[in-house]
């Protein structure tokens, strides 16, 4: 049998990460340039899985545009994307989107329109993982079943599956940031909706950020004390977190120990900001896809269901992937998490 293949696609989230990625590409040009143009597009590294008799090999290509240029220039990040799956070769098995290319261009769709092979946003893993360490910061803070949890980005597809896994999960009400017809399905899964971040946030100790571009909601508006599980890409908060506010990765993942990152994947994990202790979920979605020889995508689109969720879930912790709180390149025990919160 053959090893499934995938390919997981990034972008530089700084000025700062662009270079870097210049550097491994062996291109000083790059590094001097103040952009990079459409031709930039490189490897950054290869990782592989080896779980319960089957293997999973992927390489990691970035997309030369910062978080503002992909958003105003989606169909240039379409066809970017579209070379890269070029570049890859014919033999992919899926083909993953990490960060704002899982929103751009459709979420998923506009690229799957133009490739047969399976495209997945990372969404359902992403939620997966966030739920669950959301459900483990609430034992160590010892909220009580009728202290809120607060969502923001509900109307995103990470968001909105974090709220229906915790609301199928746990007895914690739920507040999101919902408008419009995301109002009626907050309501149907049990949750409060409210139009206002402030008004989501109020009374609220533990937070999940969401929201699918971030950098939006003020530090002032989180109460002191308070825990924010961040997903978000660029980060929630518009400043840094005020004293006594803990920040932690939301989707990390404690990766197998068939997990193989060689060479560059060091760097790369550094530079992602996983640490190398972490993985984060939505680059373990391809790859569970291609172990598992799943032509149907996890996640794609503007919503993922309660029922994706649950089976990356279940096929995650099969290959030994665990939820673990991370913050930074470090991992956060549970029972240090008031010490940390009171520092």
């Known amino acids: 049998m053959r090893p499934g293949t995938f390919l997981f696609l990034v972008h530089p989230l700084t000025e700062l990460h662009r270079r870097a990625m210049a550097v491994r590409a062996g291109r000083p040009d790059l590094f001097l340039r103040q952009r990079s143009d459409p031709g930039d597009i490189h490897r950054i590294c290869t990782l592989s899985l080896e779980s319960r008799g089957r ?8 997309i030369p545009l910062l978080p503002p240029r992909l958003l105003e220039e989606q169909e240039l990040a379409l066809e970017l994307m579209l070379q890269a799956v070029s570049m890859a070769g014919p033999h992919l098995d899926a083909v993953g989107l990490g960060s704002l290319l899982a929103i751009v261009a459709g979420r998923g769709t506009a690229l799957q329109e133009r490739i047969p092979q399976p495209v997945t946003t990372g969404a359902a893993s992403t939620a997966w993982a966030a739920a669950q360490n959301t459900m483990t910061v609430a034992r160590a803070m010892e909220l009580s079943p009728g202290e809120p949890i607060a969502i923001l980005g509900y109307s995103g597809a990470v968001g909105g599956g974090v709220a229906g896994y915790l609301s199928a999960n ?11 017809p995301h109002r009626r399905r907050a309501i149907s899964q049990g949750a409060t909706p409210f139009g206002d971040p402030a008004q989501v946030l ?26 924010l599980l961040d997903v ?5 908060l518009s400043g840094p977190p005020p004293r006594g506010v803990t920040v932690l990765s939301g989707e990390a993942l404690s990766p197998p120990r068939g997990y193989r990152r060689r060479g560059w994947g060091w760097f790369y994990h550094l530079l992602a900001g996983y640490g190398l202790g972490h993985v984060f979920a939505c680059l373990v979605e391809p790859m569970l896809m291609a172990l598992e020889g799943n ?17 990356v879930g279940r096929i995650a912790t099969t290959h030994g992937f665990r939820p673990v709180l991370a913050r930074g390149h470090g991992t956060v025990d549970p029972r240090t998490l008031r010490r940390i919160q009171h520092r």
Do not use: I
């Not at 109020?202 to 825990?227: H, Q, W």
């Open 55 to 62: 293997r999973a090999r992927g390489v990691v290509m970035s």
């Open 170 to 180: 746990t007895a914690h009400p739920l507040r999101v940031e919902a408008k419009g």
């Open 202 to 227: 109020e009374d609220c100790s533990l937070v999940v950020g969401a929201s699918t571009t971030g950098g939006k909601v003020s530090p002032r508006l989180l109460r002191p004390g308070a825990v």
């Open 232 to 236: 978000a890409m660029p980060p929630t």
């Open 295 to 311: 032509a149907e995508p996890f996640s794609q689109g503007r919503s993922v269901s309660l029922e994706s969720v649950q089976q």
